[in-house]
Every structure is written in structure tokens, then in C-alpha cells.
């Protein structure tokens, strides 16, 4: 008796097929995308350099992002210290995580959106940026704080510039927490250079920033490591 064609995939067949099509279902329409929120605002995700990327749309920062499997294939973009900024199921749908909404809020695509990418600067533009960073942190923190760069080369300048960028939103936001001006008290002062790694430490009255373009595109410390380094207080008291 001759065989009847298969008409669609076989029960034996059936969870590849299906596990093949749910992935396909889960990848990214655009590799820049811009995301509405279900409670308001919104945000960029770029998917198109060497690791995932967000820009909200109320403020200037780009998180760098790190990608983990959580519960039921899920994908999870976390922050430098970890914590869960995407969320990413298979099917593709999309919650993230904010301060004001920990517990999550849905997001839904909308289209395609810019790269999000640092411009290259030259010394005299990386010294205005330091110089109106250290005007806003200071009113921020009611005291002046200094922003200096060392060893800056053409690799690093627009990246360090991020960084300061970066760090003042740190003391902005400190400076309207509970307690927050009280730490920023001991802060005197920024200095970013280039390093291996993108690090952060607080040593003597001094935020030591480094940022590490050979790492990687946009390889600095965020404003939640920054801000956590500085709630954990000054490692070192000021010389003599």
C-alpha cells in the first residue's frame, strides 16, 4: 500500500518543529528598536553591536547589558551589578524593569530607532563635558565637585565623556534619595582614566573611574555601580 505525504510535522516531530518556530518567533524584528511601555515613557534597544544596549527615553544614559537564560527559556538583559533591566520571553514579548516599577511593566514594539553609538570627540570637547558635569554635580550636591581626566587618548575621550555624563546622574539621583547628600558629602572628587576593565572605586575623598574601550563599545562603570560604590562609603581617608 503506498504511503500518504505528511501534510504537517508528526507527533514524533512536533516539539522540534515547534521549538524551531517559538525561536524564530522570539528574535527581534529590528536590531534597533524602540520599545513604548505600558506605564508610560519609553526606550531604545540596540541589538546590533557586540552586546545588547538601552537608552530610556527620559534620560541620557546607555546601559550595557549582559545576556542570561532565566525560568522557562526566558532571556534576561541584566546591568553591570546584575540586576534585570529586560526581560524577553520566547514568544518575544518584552517586560523591563525600573525603579519606580520593579515588579515590571510590559513593553510593546514600534518600530526601528538610531544606533545607539558614542560620536568621537576631541580633547577641547571631552574638557567642556567635564566642566559642565562638575557644574551639575556640584549644584546637585550643594558642594563643588571636580571632574578630571588622565591619560586620555582619541580612543577614550568620547567614552570618558559618557562616563562623567554617567556619573553625574549618579549624584543627581543620590542627591534626591534619603541620606544621599550625606555620602556625596565625602565626595571631592571624579577622575576617569582608560583601563583594562571598566572599574569603580572610592579611595580618599576620589571617585577612580575607568573606562575600557578595548573591552568593548561603550565599557564603563553605569550610574547604579557608580551610585552603589558610593553608598558603601570612602575605602580610605583623605592624606595629610
Do not use: C
Request: aromatic share 6%.
Amino acid at each position: 500500500m503506498a504511503g500518504v505525504a505528511s501534510q504537517g510535522p508528526s507527533a514524533v516531530a512536533a516539539p522540534a518543529w515547534l521549538d524551531f518556530h517559538l525561536k524564530e518567533k522570539s528574535r527581534p524584528a529590528f536590531p534597533v528598536a524602540h520599545y513604548a511601555v505600558a506605564t508610560g515613557g519609553g526606550f531604545v534597544l540596540d541589538r546590533g553591536g557586540a552586546r545588547p544596549s538601552l537608552r530610556f527615553d527620559d534620560s541620557p544614559e546607555v546601559w550595557l547589558l549582559r545576556s542570561a537564560r532565566g525560568p522557562r527559556g526566558d532571556e534576561i538583559l541584566a546591568d553591570d551589578l546584575g540586576g534585570p533591566l529586560l526581560r524577553i520571553n520566547r514568544l518575544g514579548g518584552v517586560t523591563v524593569f525600573t525603579p519606580r516599577h520593579p515588579e515590571g511593566s510590559a513593553a510593546a514594539l514600534e518600530g526601528p530607532a538610531g544606533p545607539l553609538r558614542l560620536a568621537r570627540l576631541d580633547a577641547g570637547a571631552l574638557y567642556q563635558r567635564l566642566v559642565a558635569a562638575s557644574a551639575r554635580a556640584s549644584r546637585a550636591a550643594q558642594r563643588l565637585i571636580a571632574f578630571q581626566a588622565l591619560d586620555v587618548d582619541a580612543d577614550s575621550a568620547a567614552l570618558i565623556a559618557d562616563a562623567a555624563l554617567v556619573a553625574t546622574e549618579s549624584v543627581v539621583q543620590l542627591a534626591t534619595s534619603p541620606g544621599g547628600r550625606q555620602r556625596l558629602s565625602q565626595v571631592g572628587r571624579f577622575d576617569f582614566t582608560r583601563g583594562r576593565a571598566a572599574e569603580v572605586r572610592f579611595e580618599g575623598g576620589v571617585i577612580h573611574i575607568a573606562v575600557a574601550p578595548d573591552a568593548g563599545p561603550g565599557e564603563r562603570p553605569s550610574s547604579a555601580r557608580i551610585r552603589q560604590t558610593i553608598l558603601q562609603g570612602d575605602h580610605r581617608p583623605p592624606g595629610p
